[in-house]
């Protein structure tokens, strides 16, 4: 049988008779409900990593055999005799038919970044149970369906983006608040992440030499490929990666001596201003000196860390220190204040439902496919793996002692700054740890101090090293596995930054274009300047009033892009369901219905509590209201009430969203509207008949 | 060829076994040299080799510093808009 071939079918069970297979299916979804119900009720002992990694992939496989193939027979009605944009549209650059696991690959680099690695890690503070319970049921109810429809309606559109679907078919204002929703989740996002890198670096000459000497090595690689070996990426990627791996080498040498330990050793203030200047200067540098080559080995490294880790948990099988539930789920969490409903599902978005892979879906990946049937593996089998990752971030979390988890991820502002008042502080919450031990820790990963390190990249950072130094090279080698780790999340976190700023300034110049005329071309130099300036001095200002915040930032900052980034997908499921009704499939709205019903109460109760709460550690306008009655720095007030106005614009811009689709929706099933889908004609595909075998 | 000790069988015999051989060895590897081949085309569609290909091709000129400069002049704006997720 042909591998590339249409009626290739991904289960490799196909061909079993028709009683094994349902032996097999039968088996492994007993397995899987087995799996998950001992995660969920053990309680008392430590359990097992493998509990977690056998229900998830279990319910993956079931969701992906049974729930998807329904999806796209019933709901979606795939034609694998349509011709796609790929087909018919091709031209060698943009649309080109491509094999679907080289699509896969493609679309899987492109919507994995950080968020599944530090939304879990954060969400551990309720424990395992909430976080992997919704990274599992969210991706398979919720984030594959977004990513697989939305994926569909675009290759049925020649590759339309999310923004012109919702102008198109929910109406103008749709286009508008999708528009708006971008450009802030870009903004507030890199804000977030920026952060992360931020605590991540500050105070760790190690750390910061690593990840500096990145920017040349990418410059190098640029240079490389334009000069010596053109066009020759996977070898200059490796060629990058082993000077990285020097880097870290390096960094220890630099870390212990006195004179360029104490140059790279900066501030969290000072990191963020020369983060700000790195952002502006990646947006307007040619992409060949530094953006494209840093794409390309902060993949390679995503690519071969993710596989590392995923061998390295099933090789290793930790045990889970951290309990199923902690007693933070009442809200008082030293991470990030708010019950463990609505804050764990926006904590956790990329990994289990995230609205930004509505763009991704609905941007390079619909002009690649080559058959219909194969967006089903795409989006709906790209999100699983995505899942996967967040899964594998939730285990190096909870392999930690809790005491330790607590002691790297709160903030000075909360448990205090002594090493000693800070671990008197965790010990008294039931999660026993000592400062000497700390100290002992931040020797073995070679830092000066490993507590209130907030933001969840060194927690991530301290449970791979953890994980790894069990069998590979041992205690001796902690310290280059946790700089890999910070190196290997910093460089992703970094390209995010960088190619989110350029994105950021295109839309910019899009709109601005509308405004004046040259602001819109896009190669216009005082354009280009103007722009990137603007978008970075956005999200540097959201960045700049973290690293200010007394509670740490992450507090504020993250569950803020929970909302922003869960409001996107919810905008994104209302086309989805929009569009499904027009094509008179009302029968199965709920396939779309239900995760944008759930996503509306926990986007809604979360804004709600973020700007309204009176809890002065959840709400913003509490908090600023207890600042302005301290007489405190009104830039700090000032924050809180911006803070507040992002959430509230943004829900009411997605409620309006919300009602203007069920308008449309009562008017279609009503038959006051004719129910009309803007599908590109029909073609018959040719691809498909030649590569029959 | 494998050598061959004497007494084994006649040549026709000793064709047949390796030509089998050959066959149990390629029904083996074939499944891994497809997983392979479909592995290295992934990572070579990410990392824009094929495309650069594909430009060489579509522009009929061979590879050299300044075809690579044309292909990236000519995908850079789609790159730069290229959203990467968080």
């Not at chain 1, 902690?478 to 700023?501: C, K, R, S």
């Not at chain 1, 910019?508 to 130099?525: F, H, M, N, V």
């Not at chain 1, 809890?615 to 009430?641: E, K, M, S, V």
């Amino acid at each position: 049988m042909n591998l590339f071939s249409p009626q290739y079918s991904p289960d490799p069970c196909y061909l079993m008779p028709k009683v094994l297979r349902v032996l097999l299916w039968t088996a492994i979804s007993l397995l899987g409900a087995f799996a998950l119900a001992t995660v969920a009720l053990h309680r008392g002992e430590q359990i097992n990593a493998m509990w977690l990694v056998v229900a998830a992939v279990a319910t993956y496989a079931v969701g992906y055999r049974f729930y998807s193939s329904f999806i796209a027979a019933k709901v979606l009605a795939i034609d694998p005799l349509r011709a796609t944009p790929a087909e018919r549209l091709d031209n060698g650059r943009d649309f080109v038919p491509t094999n679907k696991w080289v699509v896969f690959g493609h679309h899987f680099a492109a919507i994995a970044g950080p968020g599944p690695l530090v939304g879990p890690v954060l969400a551990a503070q309720f424990g395992y149970l909430p976080g992997t319970l919704w990274i599992i049921a969210g991706a398979v109810l919720g984030g594959c369906v977004q990513d697989f429809v939305i994926l569909l309606f675009s290759v049925r559109r020649d590759g339309k983006s999310m923004t012109e679907m919702a102008k198109t078919e929910i109406g103008k204002l749709g286009g508008f608040v999708s528009y708006v929703a971008v450009i802030s989740i870009i903004i507030i996002l890199l804000g977030a992440v920026a952060l992360v890198v931020v605590n991540a670096l500050k105070s760790s000459p190690w750390g910061t030499f690593t990840i500096a000497m990145t920017m040349p090595i990418a410059v190098l690689m640029g240079l490389y490929l334009r000069r010596i070996r053109p066009g020759k990426v996977l070898e200059a990627s490796v060629l990058g990666f082993v000077l990285v791996l020097a880097a870290i080498f390096g960094g220890q040498w630099v870390s212990q001596s006195p004179s360029w330990a104490a140059v790279f050793t900066l501030s969290g203030a000072t990191l963020a201003v020369l983060l700000i200047i790195y952002g502006f200067a990646a947006s307007v540098l040619p992409v060949w000196l530094l953006l494209a080559p840093r794409d390309y080995l902060s993949t390679f490294v995503k690519l071969g860390t993710i596989a590392l880790l995923a061998i390295g948990i099933v090789v290793l099988r930790p045990s889970l220190h951290m309990p199923p539930l902690t007693r933070f789920i009442d809200g008082t969490g030293p991470v990030f204040a708010g019950t463990v409903f609505p804050f764990a599902f926006i904590t956790i978005a990329c990994g289990a439902v995230s609205g930004f892979h509505s763009l991704i879906s609905s941007g390079t990946t619909p002009k690649l496919i080559r058959h219909e049937p194969e967006t089903r593996m795409v989006g709906y089998g790209g999100m699983l793996a995505e899942s996967m990752v967040a899964v594998m971030a939730m285990i190096a979390a909870s392999v930690l002692q809790p005491g330790v988890y607590f002691a790297v991820n709160s903030s000075a502002g909360l448990v205090g700054q002594a090493p000693e008042t800070a671990a008197a502080t965790i010990t008294a919450w039931g999660f026993p740890v000592t400062a000497a031990e700390m100290a002992s820790l931040a020797h073995a990963v070679g830092e000066q101090t490993l507590f209130n390190r907030t933001g969840g990249a060194p927690a991530f950072a301290v449970g791979m090293a953890n994980i790894f130094s069990n069998s590979l090279g041992g205690q001796a080698v902690m310290a280059l596995w946790y700089h890999f780790a910070i190196m290997f999340e910093a460089l992703f976190i970094l390209t995010v930054l960088d190619a989110g700023t350029r994105v950021g300034r295109f839309m910019l110049q899009d709109a601005l274009g509308y405004i004046w005329k040259p602001l819109g071309r896009t190669s216009w130099y005082p354009s280009i300047l103007i722009t990137s300036g603007l978008m970075v001095a956005a999200w540097g200002y959201f960045l700049w009033q973290g690293v200010k915040d007394p509670l740490g930032g992450i507090n504020s900052l993250w569950p803020l892009f929970g909302i922003c980034n869960q409001l996107l997908a919810t905008v994104a499921l209302c086309v989805a369901t929009t569009i499904i009704i027009k094509m008179g499939r009302a029968r199965y709205v709920l396939v779309t219905l239900i995760p944008l019903g759930w996503l509306v109460a926990v986007t809604f109760t979360a804004s709600y509590h973020k700007v309204l709460n009176a809890n002065p550690r959840i709400g913003f306008l509490a908090h600023a209201r207890q600042l302005a009655n301290a007489g405190a720095d009104t830039r700090l007030i000032f924050n809180d009430r911006l803070d507040a106005a992002v959430a509230g614009v943004l829900v009411v811009l997605v409620a309006v969203v919300l009602i203007e689709s069920a308008l449309e929706w009562t008017r279609v099933l009503s038959g006051r509207k004719a129910a009309e889908v803007r599908e590109a004609p029909f073609v018959m595909t040719r691809l498909a008949l030649e590569e029959q075998p | 060829m494998r050598p061959v000790p004497c007494g084994t069988g006649s040549p026709a015999r000793e064709t047949m076994a390796a030509k089998t051989d050959r066959a149990k060895a390629s029904a083996i590897l074939s499944p891994i040299t497809r997983v392979l081949t479909v592995l290295v085309a992934a990572l070579r569609e990410i990392f824009d080799e094929s495309a650069y290909e594909r430009f060489l091709a579509r522009s009929e000129v061979t590879s050299s510093p300044a075809a690579y400069n044309d292909f990236l002049r000519e995908g850079e704006t789609a790159k730069a808009r290229r959203p990467r997720c968080c």
